[in-house]
């Protein structure tokens, strides 16, 4: 299981810094009881450095929010992925619903985005989801479907190791309604049969499918005992070690059961 954090635009530097070594500090409170966890967390661009350092002798990968498909140049605000594995990150989210809704973010342009992740070492963190118009007129499938295809298209995975995918459908995004542990099932079902043509079975077989949308402590059990769920992508939730920890106590208890 993947249990991983996306602080999107939170937490002020000594906040950012507190809360990693909160984190940190849980899991190594814990001994062993999270050692078939694997832990991410995604602060933004500023704390990547601090976060980092804060997370040092922590099993917690780091990830950055996004990354520029070109490796350097006149791009006035944009980070690089050399910029991010020179900081220690080793994923990163692209696609998520809030860049493809607020920024106009295409398909072609996270597949870029995806191959320059892989062509740097990074594992690409691929976030994929229907808004509510598109599940209410039946097309969710359809949607990802077309998503996944447009965003993995030409993106190298050698091993289930260099790709994650995020299914976080947009209407459950910070809105206090996830998914019902059925509906996330049904389209990570989806996802996973995707990634057997375009990868093959062993492969897609082992990717970390997460799921994202309002999880919370509350119904991460539910959602994470799915067979095609492999983890959580966690917005709000991540924002607090308790929080954040307590998804993960829920998964080590689904986990055992799995
Ligand atoms: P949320 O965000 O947990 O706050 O709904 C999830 C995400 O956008 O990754």
Redesign the pocket.
């Known amino acids: 299981m993947l249990i991983a954090g996306?602080w999107?635009m939170n937490t002020d530097l000594p906040g950012g810094r507190a809360l990693a070594e909160d984190i940190a500090e849980g899991i190594a409170a814990a001994g062993d009881r999270f050692a078939e966890i694997d832990f991410a967390v995604c602060p933004p661009f500023v704390h990547l450095q601090a976060v980092g350092e804060a997370l040092a002798d922590s099993p917690v990968a780091l990830g950055a929010q996004d990354v520029h498909a070109e490796d350097e140049g006149a791009f006035t605000s944009d980070v690089s992925a050399p910029m991010l594995t020179s900081v220690g990150c080793s994923h990163v989210i692209v696609g998520?619903?809030?860049r493809r809704q607020y920024y106009d973010e295409t398909d072609a342009q996270v597949n870029d985005k995806a191959r320059q992740a892989r062509r740097h070492g990074l594992v690409p963190i691929v976030c994929v989801g229907e808004t509510l118009e598109q599940r209410r007129t039946g097309n969710a499938e359809s949607v990802v479907r077309a998503q996944l295809e447009g965003a993995l298209d030409g993106v190298p995975v050698a091993s289930a190791d260099d790709l994650v995918v995020?299914y976080?459908p947009v209407w459950?995004?910070?809105?206090g309604e996830s998914a019902t542990p059925t509906q996330a099932q049904d389209l990570h079902a989806v996802v996973r049969a995707d990634l057997s043509e375009r990868y093959g079975d062993a492969i897609a077989a082992d990717v970390p499918l997460l799921y994202?949308?309002?999880?919370k402590p509350h119904n991460a059990a539910d959602l994470l005992s799915q067979p095609d769920v492999d983890g959580g992508?966690?917005?709000?939730?991540s924002l607090e070690a308790d929080s954040f920890l307590g998804i993960a106590e829920r998964a080590v208890e689904v986990q055992s059961a799995k």
């Open positions: 996306n999107k998520h619903s809030e995020a976080e459950a995004i910070g809105t994202g949308g309002s999880m992508l966690i917005g709000s939730a």
